[in-house]
């Protein structure tokens, strides 16, 4: 079946740091790509999205690519803030689905 | 704009108590859904609605009920409360092709 898969974390990284958090997926067809943000004590947020090959979506200087060869779409920052901190989830939903995929959720540590 | 809102945002119950989440939105989505986040982990889906008078188990709807009576409310039913569903409890929506927006969350406690 479909499925989303993230790298483990926590990712511990300094201010100003390059950020990359891995998200691969499986899935029959051709789905969209979403990646929601938890910030402590809160629900889930969208971040960003992409809804076909090559795309790329963007928020709040996060980019991540819709990449159909490598079945990825890795979120990427320049330059983190503390204020980044956070849990961040990759997902995927089929047009024929009504669920959404959920990946196990990657947890964001930005130290000052 | 309200959005998804859920009541209460915290709970404790004793064991064996039952109790309601409320979930309601006002954005005319057709699709609404009711996860589970375990500390530290991912969300499961528990229940989800394609409209109102339709529901349908996601991957972990054991004791649990669900009624969409109307497109704004989906209530979550606990019967037996047992400590296993001590939990946050996030109600999402969306309509056709468009993201999931999510309430602010239910802490539960189960005691």
Redesign the interface.
């Known amino acids: 079946g479909d499925s989303v898969t993230q790298m483990e974390g926590p990712v511990t990284l300094s201010e100003e740091a390059f950020l990359t958090i891995n998200c691969t997926y499986t899935a029959t067809g051709y789905p969209s790509l979403f990646w929601y943000v938890q910030y402590p004590g809160e629900g889930l947020q969208l971040l960003l999205k992409a809804t076909k090959a090559d795309d790329k979506g963007s928020n709040k200087g996060f980019e991540a690519t819709y990449r159909k060869e490598t079945t990825s779409f890795h979120l990427e920052k320049g330059s983190v803030q503390v204020s980044d901190s956070a849990v961040y989830f990759c997902a995927l939903n089929m047009d024929s689905n009504y669920q959404l995929i959920w990946g196990a959720g990657t947890k964001l540590i930005i130290k000052p | 704009n309200a959005g998804v809102t859920q009541t209460p945002k915290f709970r404790i119950l004793k064991i064996g108590q039952s109790m309601t989440l409320q979930c309601t939105q006002d954005m005319n989505h057709n699709?609404m859904?009711w996860y589970r986040q375990d500390p530290?982990?991912?969300?499961k889906?528990i229940y989800?609605s394609?409209g109102a008078g339709i529901t349908d188990k996601?991957e972990v709807p054991n004791g649990y009920n669900v009624s969409r009576s109307t497109t704004e409310d989906f209530p979550l039913r606990l019967e037996l409360a047992a400590p296993s569903q001590t939990s946050v409890y996030?109600c999402?929506s969306r309509t056709a092709?468009q993201?999931?927006?999510?309430?602010?969350?239910t802490r539960l406690s189960i005691l």
């Open positions: 699709y859904y530290g982990m991912g969300l889906l989800y394609v996601g996030f999402a092709n993201p999931q927006h999510f309430g602010d969350g």
